[in-house]
């Protein structure tokens, strides 16, 4: 069993920063690929960032792509999502996610088995 918990999430203005992060507990964090999803109401939960288990590879959706930087500390058994510039349409609830199967990275939302409760953003313009 993996528990994921997300927190950071908060209210701020457009062109705004937050710093999201994910404790994890259970099994072998540190051999995880990872990933951060999004959901905003009345639409589908979608892909925003991943991160390979060693951090050398990561990968974003083009929404985000040189705003947010997604990151790990495996000594902490945490993974973050930092957030810069952010625009009204980056409001969702926002949810981490562990791999556990040990692939590389993935964005597929189908290949994530475990994950967090989800920690509300709110971008005001």
């Known amino acids: 069993q993996v528990q994921l918990v997300e927190s950071g999430g908060g209210l701020v203005q457009a062109g705004g920063s937050l710093r999201l992060s994910c404790a994890a507990s259970g099994r072998t964090f540190s051999r995880f690929a990872m990933g951060w999803y999004r959901q905003a109401p009345g639409k589908e939960r979608e892909f925003v960032a991943a991160?390979?288990?060693?951090?050398?590879?990561?990968y974003y959706a083009d929404s985000v792509k040189g705003r947010f930087t997604i990151s790990r500390d495996n000594a902490v058994n945490t993974v973050y999502l930092q957030m810069n510039s952010l625009k009204p349409e980056d409001t969702a609830v926002y949810y981490c996610?562990?791999?556990?199967?040990?692939?590389?990275?993935?964005?597929?939302?189908?290949?994530?088995?475990?994950w967090g409760q989800g920690t509300q953003v709110t971008v005001s313009s």
């Open positions: 991160i390979d288990w060693s951090s050398r590879s990561t």
């Open positions: 996610a562990a791999d556990t199967s040990f692939r590389k990275l993935t964005t597929r939302l189908y290949e994530y088995d475990y």
